[in-house]
């Protein structure tokens, strides 16, 4: 098979590492990928919300599959477009994206059919918005409503904040039209886990869990980031807690897009708070979370490409989908500043020393390669991964691969997996 994988970041990166395992791939592209993954694929110059070059490219090429990661273009409806071209793509549809492109669309679905999650009201007035948070209970999550690359949510911890939130997200637009609309909700107080979850719209496979470290700096400190590391299993995500979910949650959220007509085929992200009154849906992602899947994929054993095709066939109900027992850790080697102002072009240095154990893999996710070296890109730049027998024996490995690579300016949190 010859396969596109559509995205530039660690979750691509991984992907593609696990596509490229499959017996049955012939040759993988990425559009646009990075300096990492340009050692398993043809990148090519096509940016990853240019569904015409997309579309043309697989025509022009024959592509067996494509592979939509990212939220924008599958948002935009990248897959509709290469469906109505005859060419088979991996990933939900526009309207069934819109799980993750509106979260006032995913809390009114929660709420319409009885799916666990917390009290909010939905605002496209900032005046109104205000004065709705002049009555509330404090702390209180204000969201903007559409894609911010993971940093649309704040934490107002009282009425200024959340006013200054409103005012930055609906009037100063620092979000641009994510924020024509906003989200206010109860603060709910309890861990997070993240699920990630195979489904053809039918049959819903959750995969081993997950939990992220968003905060910038050690002990949840700093701004929130899309994510400075992760780790898998999560301590407290028990088989009870999973049966519990796939009863209340995961199965009931597939049953209510086939309510409205809104099949969702592809990987499916639940988010989770689990509160003192039981699990809570936070948010949805409609395709894999990043960096979650930097730890949840190497633990998969099964082909991925054949999980891939027997979504898109809707004959997920036929794959006996394996893991490993081992524990995975994923620290992210960040620009310093980020997610704030950074710099980039810094020369990486240790990356095929710390890869030399075999037990650890480094996701690339904003590197360039020129001339056989690596060069810092993007404020996430690198996503070290170790797997070992337990989480502790992960966590050690993974810092052990940290301290080989380095780069000038390197931030990264030293409390990755301990939570």
Same mark, same amino acid.
């Given at each position: 098979?010859?396969?596109?994988?559509?995205?530039?970041?660690?979750?691509?990166?991984?992907?593609?590492?696990?596509?490229?395992?499959?017996?049955?791939?012939?040759?993988?592209?990425?559009?646009?990928?990075?300096?990492?993954?340009?050692?398993?694929?043809?990148?090519?110059?096509?940016?990853?919300?240019?569904?015409?070059?997309?579309?043309?490219?697989?025509?022009?090429?024959?592509?067996?599959?494509? @592979?939509?990661?990212? %939220?924008?273009?599958? +948002?935009?409806?990248?897959?509709?477009? !290469?469906?109505?071209? #005859?060419?088979?793509? $991996?990933?939900?549809?526009?309207?069934?994206?819109?799980?993750?492109?509106?979260?006032?669309?995913?809390?009114?679905?929660?709420?319409?059919?009885?799916?666990?999650?917390?009290?909010?009201?939905?605002?496209?007035?900032?005046?109104?918005?205000?004065?709705?948070?002049?009555?509330?209970?404090?702390?209180?999550?204000?969201?903007?409503?559409?894609?911010?690359?993971?940093?649309?949510?704040?934490?107002?911890?009282?009425?200024?904040?959340?006013?200054?939130?409103?005012?930055?997200?609906?009037?100063?637009?620092?979000?641009?039209?994510?924020?024509?609309?906003?989200?206010?909700?109860?603060?709910?107080?309890?861990?997070?886990?993240?699920?990630?979850?195979?489904?053809?719209?039918?049959?819903?496979?959750?995969? @081993?869990?997950?939990? %992220?470290?968003?905060? +910038?700096?050690?002990?949840?400190?700093? !701004?929130?980031?899309? #994510?400075?590391?992760? $780790?898998?299993?999560?301590?407290?995500?028990?088989?009870?807690?999973?049966?519990?979910?796939?009863?209340?949650?995961?199965?009931?959220?597939?049953?209510?897009?086939?309510?409205?007509?809104?099949?969702?085929?592809?990987?499916?992200?639940?988010?989770?708070?689990?509160?003192?009154?039981?699990?809570?849906?936070?948010?949805?992602?409609?395709?894999?979370?990043?960096?979650?899947?930097?730890?949840?994929?190497?633990?998969?054993?099964?082909?991925?490409?054949?999980?891939?095709?027997?979504?898109?066939?809707?004959?997920?109900?036929?794959?006996?989908?394996?893991?490993?027992?081992?524990?995975?850790?994923?620290?992210?080697?960040?620009?310093?500043?980020?997610?704030?102002?950074?710099?980039?072009?810094?020369?990486?240095?240790?990356?095929?020393?710390?890869?030399?154990?075999?037990?650890?893999?480094?996701?690339?996710?904003?590197?360039?390669?020129?001339?056989?070296?690596?060069?810092?890109?993007?404020?996430?730049?690198?996503?070290?991964?170790?797997?070992?027998?337990?989480?502790?024996?992960?966590?050690?490995?993974?810092?052990?691969?940290?301290?080989?690579?380095?780069?000038?300016?390197?931030?990264?949190?030293?409390?990755?997996?301990?939570?």
């Amino acid at each position: 098979m010859k396969i596109l994988v559509v995205g530039s970041g660690g979750r691509e990166h991984a992907i593609v590492w696990k596509m490229a395992q499959s017996p049955s791939v012939e040759k993988i592209y990425c559009a646009p990928g990075n300096g990492g993954i340009s050692s398993l694929a043809e990148c090519l110059p096509i940016k990853a919300l240019d569904i015409d070059g997309i579309v043309k490219f697989a025509k022009e090429n024959s592509i067996d599959m494509v @592979v939509v990661a990212p %939220d924008d273009p599958l +948002a935009a409806g990248m897959v509709d477009a !290469l469906e109505a071209e #005859g060419i088979r793509a $991996f990933g939900p549809r526009k309207n069934a994206a819109i799980l993750e492109a509106s979260k006032a669309f995913s809390k009114d679905l929660m709420k319409k059919y009885n799916i666990p999650t917390a009290k909010y009201e939905v605002f496209d007035d900032s005046e109104h918005t205000v004065e709705y948070l002049r009555h509330q209970e404090y702390p209180i999550v204000v969201k903007a409503d559409g894609l911010a690359l993971g940093k649309g949510v704040i934490i107002a911890q009282g009425f200024d904040e959340a006013q200054e939130a409103v005012n930055s997200i609906m009037n100063d637009k620092v979000f641009g039209s994510a924020g024509s609309r906003v989200v206010i909700e109860e603060f709910l107080v309890g861990p997070e886990v993240s699920i990630l979850a195979f489904t053809d719209g039918k049959t819903v496979v959750p995969m @081993v869990s997950s939990q %992220d470290h968003k905060r +910038a700096l050690d002990n949840d400190q700093g !701004l929130n980031t899309g #994510g400075m590391g992760t $780790f898998s299993p999560s301590r407290i995500y028990t088989p009870e807690i999973a049966e519990y979910c796939m009863e209340n949650i995961y199965k009931p959220t597939i049953e209510a897009m086939n309510s409205e007509n809104r099949k969702f085929k592809g990987v499916l992200y639940f988010g989770l708070m689990l509160t003192k009154d039981g699990p809570k849906v936070l948010e949805y992602n409609a395709r894999f979370g990043d960096p979650e899947t930097q730890v949840v994929l190497p633990r998969l054993q099964s082909d991925l490409v054949e999980i891939f095709n027997a979504i898109i066939d809707e004959k997920l109900d036929a794959i006996d989908v394996k893991w490993s027992d081992s524990a995975a850790v994923c620290v992210i080697m960040a620009s310093g500043g980020y997610p704030q102002q950074y710099k980039t072009g810094y020369e990486i240095t240790g990356i095929t020393e710390a890869e030399r154990d075999s037990n650890i893999v480094v996701f690339h996710a904003g590197t360039k390669c020129e001339d056989g070296k690596y060069y810092t890109a993007g404020g996430r730049v690198l996503g070290v991964t170790a797997l070992e027998h337990t989480l502790d024996e992960a966590i050690k490995k993974a810092y052990e691969g940290v301290a080989k690579v380095s780069f000038k300016d390197v931030h990264y949190r030293k409390d990755i997996g301990i939570k």
